[in-house]
């Protein structure tokens, strides 16, 4: 069963950064390359949105457009672990960051991404709080 652990949320001001991480466990060495994970976040009141998504063998990514620039992807495949780094937060960012995988991902379901359908993500994390501040 792979499992989802996001950390490094917090709280930060306009302006300052953070580096969220999502350790995945029960995910075999030699299937880690056909992974996708993805972050993924949900403010008050609001619909959940994804944020960027990476694929673990070819390292190909994607962003939404309201963090592009601002945010990057990285991996450790060997842990796998994928980090999120977001600079120059701002307080419309506060919301609860949730990362998930999609395990098998195919060259087919990285497409199916690409065009923004989530449902191939099948496993999810509990989410880590980010706040910003003014």
């Known amino acids: 069963q792979v499992q989802l652990v996001e950390s490094g949320g917090g709280s930060v001001q306009a302006g300052g950064s953070l580096r969220l991480s999502c350790a995945a466990s029960?995910?075999?060495?030699?299937?880690?390359?056909?992974?996708?994970m993805g972050w993924f976040r949900q403010a008050s009141g609001k619909e959940r949105e994804a944020l960027a998504s990476?694929?673990?063998?070819?390292?190909?990514?994607i962003y939404a457009d309201s963090v592009k620039g601002r945010f990057t992807l990285s991996k450790d495949n060997s842990k796998p672990t994928v980090y999120l780094q977001m600079n120059n937060l701002k307080p419309e960012d506060t919301a609860m960051y949730y990362c998930?995988?999609?395990?098998?991902?195919?060259?087919?379901?990285?497409?199916?991404?690409?065009?923004?359908?989530?449902?191939?993500?099948?496993?999810w994390g509990r989410g880590t709080q980010v706040a910003v501040s003014s």
């Open positions: 990476i694929r673990l063998g070819s390292g190909s990514t």
């Open positions: 029960g995910i075999a060495d030699s299937t880690t390359t056909t992974t996708c």
């Open positions: 998930a995988a999609a395990h098998p991902c195919t060259g087919d379901t990285w497409i199916r991404i690409l065009r923004g359908d989530r449902s191939n993500y099948n496993y």
